[in-house]
């Protein structure tokens, strides 16, 4: 796909993580997709705004910014929970958004 269209990296990565390997860019462009699902497809939400960080010996976490931060804020989410996995040709992520307050049901 991205052979295709190259800018297509330009609009989905940030530069650094441009300069990853292809699984982890694969892997990224997967976190990036279901924080958007996991806060519900927001209309201002931009790929630019969510990065996944991981410091050496450290697990990746995800980082928001911009738009897609004031929606998770306006959604009351206090921590964004991250799962990366990738092997050959498949990349796949889940995000869980926690709320400050979950809501009770019976």
């Keep these: 796909m991205i052979s295709r269209t190259p800018a297509l990296l330009d609009r989905l ?47 990746p976490h995800l980082r928001l910014r911009g738009a897609t931060l004031a929606a998770a804020e306006r959604q009351d989410v206090e921590h964004l929970h991250l799962s990366l996995s990738h092997d050959g040709a498949i990349a796949t992520a889940i995000v869980v958004a926690e709320r400050a307050s979950a809501p009770r049901s019976l």
């Design 13 to 59: 990565l940030t530069p650094g993580e441009r300069e990853l390997s292809p699984a982890s860019r694969a892997a990224r462009v997967a976190a990036k997709e279901a924080v958007g699902k996991a806060l519900g497809a927001p209309g201002d939400f931009s790929w630019q705004d969510v990065t996944v960080e991981r410091a050496a010996g450290r697990r």
